[in-house]
């Protein structure tokens, strides 16, 4: 196979790249002439430039209190235009009314018991009826090469600025083969963002203010907060810049106070407002749900959606979309035992050695035990906390996540990988970026892809089909007498952040920071 590949070995997984015989997969054919032709050399010359280029422009994440730059491998993911399209349907998926819970299809006291549930938001309607205005959905490829659905996250989704900031960072690296490849553009996704923000306003605004609420500069998603609020030429504001009264929002600046109608909240729900959560929090704005509930402010994405990402209501998602949508899913699930049904919770406290345990609000990897790597010591204490919270977990089989081809010292070596489409809802369409965010376990044979625990990223490549005619995807036209999209801006904002709020944004940092 080349110098490049001599020592490579594929393992039990699914590997994306090469096939059984030893040959490359058709999607990767081209980038494998491209990186044998390269050699290794070569190849660790450009990852350490990317390294450079990182640091230098601070694309950076946190990990305990100190800023790395964003690993990026320099071997991109490959996804044909085929399998793409099943992924992009899959996704175009939201959620329904709750009238399941009336028809029997999942349990009211699941849904109750959920961490995420908050009594506070009950009433609330969107301005356009859009909760999940941004969703980032994790896959994994098992070991048929099948994708299945790891996860959800409809809270607070992070990470699709590194997938800008990937592909970007890679043209120079691979100039040459992307001229020759056909791919789906990543670029506009700023306004296609800004558009759907700009359509869940209030009724009766023609001319929405729309603002990105970030926790402040301490917090591990900073970068992508001020870079998101950049692109779309937008204000980057924290909770102390906003105040609420007479009924509506407003925005310190330096001309006065102007009206905010659109928040794209990158805090979590418990920081939001103080006087309905935690009342010691500086993060948010007093009175900012007050104000939702009498339809003079949207928050993107919703209050509560955290409800969805709880990962015991995550196995009913399959019932969910057969009950809504009178059809098969079109992309499976991970099977999953619910622990809180006594023969299941039987089951898995007898299989603990070989299946891996989640707990049900679990973010960033944390939490997590893998059976077949933990001690028997390990396991005995794991076995005391299921039975003591069944609720609060569930179990999954160890899946081999497929694997890529990775730059990992002198010479490639297969890793493991998972990946987050992102999907924006702007009340008429749902689209999905192309691609999305590739996550990789740099340690040889982890499984645990995420930034905060040693994972690393790829430049996700989907190939363009005929469907695209090379065409850079535009927003669709907003329907005669509704808001059109406006032009993307540049326009920093960075702002200096207190002590008490520096505490609460590393605790806040759970599921926003790290790319969880």
Request: with cysteine.
């Amino acid at each position: 196979m080349g110098d490049v590949f001599d020592g490579y070995r594929r393992g039990p997984a699914w590997d994306e790249m090469i096939d059984e015989t030893g040959s490359a997969r058709a999607p990767y054919r081209a980038l494998f002439d491209t990186i044998r032709n390269a050699g290794t050399q070569e190849l660790r010359s450009g990852a350490d430039a990317l390294a450079r280029s990182y640091l230098n422009q601070g694309v950076t994440f946190d990990v305990g209190g100190e800023e790395r730059p964003f690993p990026l491998d320099i071997v991109p993911r490959v996804i044909d235009d085929a399998t793409w399209q099943i992924i992009e349907s899959f996704l175009a998926d939201v959620y329904g009314p709750a009238r399941a819970v009336e028809d029997g299809v999942i349990p009211r006291r699941v849904i109750t018991s959920s961490k995420h549930f908050h009594r506070q938001v009950y009433g609330i309607e969107p301005p356009n009826g859009v909760r999940v205005h941004i969703a980032g959905i994790d896959l994994i490829r098992d070991e048929s090469g099948t994708f299945r659905v790891l996860e959800d996250n409809v809270r607070v989704p992070s990470g699709v600025s590194y997938v800008l900031a990937n592909r970007s960072a890679m043209r120079p690296q691979w100039a040459e083969i992307l001229g020759r490849l056909r791919l789906r553009p990543v670029s506009h996704y700023p306004q296609r963002l800004l558009a759907a923000l700009r359509r869940a306003a209030p009724a009766g605004v023609s001319d929405p203010c729309v603002v990105v609420l970030t926790p402040g500069v301490f917090n591990g998603a900073y970068f992508e907060h001020a870079w998101l609020a950049r692109a779309m030429g937008v204000e980057l504001v924290e909770g102390r810049d906003l105040i609420c009264s007479g009924g509506t929002v407003r925005m310190r600046d330096t001309r006065g106070e102007r009206r905010v109608d659109v928040i794209y909240r990158r805090v979590d729900d418990e920081f939001l407002d103080p006087v309905q959560f935690r009342h010691d929090s500086v993060l948010g704005c007093p009175g900012l749900l007050t104000t939702a509930r009498a339809g003079n402010v949207s928050i993107a994405n919703a209050v509560g959606n955290g409800v969805a990402d709880d990962k015991l209501i995550y196995t009913y998602l399959p019932d969910l979309v057969r009950y809504y949508f009178g059809e098969e899913p079109v992309l499976p699930n991970v099977q999953t035992w619910r622990l809180e049904e006594p023969s299941e919770l039987r089951e898995v406290l007898d299989r603990l050695p070989e299946l891996v345990v989640k707990p049900v609000d679990g973010a960033g990897g944390k939490g997590l035990v893998i059976g077949p790597q933990s001690s028997p010591r390990e396991l005995d204490r794991l076995a005391k906390r299921l039975r003591a919270d069944p609720r609060g977990w569930i179990a999954q089989p160890v899946v081999q996540l497929s694997t890529v081809p990775t730059l990992a010292g002198d010479g490639l070596a297969a890793r493991h990988v998972d990946l987050r489409p992102f999907a924006v809802n702007d009340g008429h369409d749902v689209w999905v970026l192309p691609g999305g965010l590739t996550r990789v376990a740099l340690v040889e044979g982890s499984l645990v892809v995420n930034s905060s625990q040693g994972g690393g990223s790829k430049d996700t490549w989907v190939l363009a089909g005929e469907r695209s005619r090379w065409a850079t995807p535009r927003p669709s036209a907003p329907p005669s007498g509704e808001i059109p999209p406006l032009p993307v801006q540049d326009q920093p904002a960075d702002m200096p952040m207190q002590s008490q709020q520096q505490q609460q944004q590393q605790q806040q940092q759970t599921s926003a920071a790290v790319i969880c």
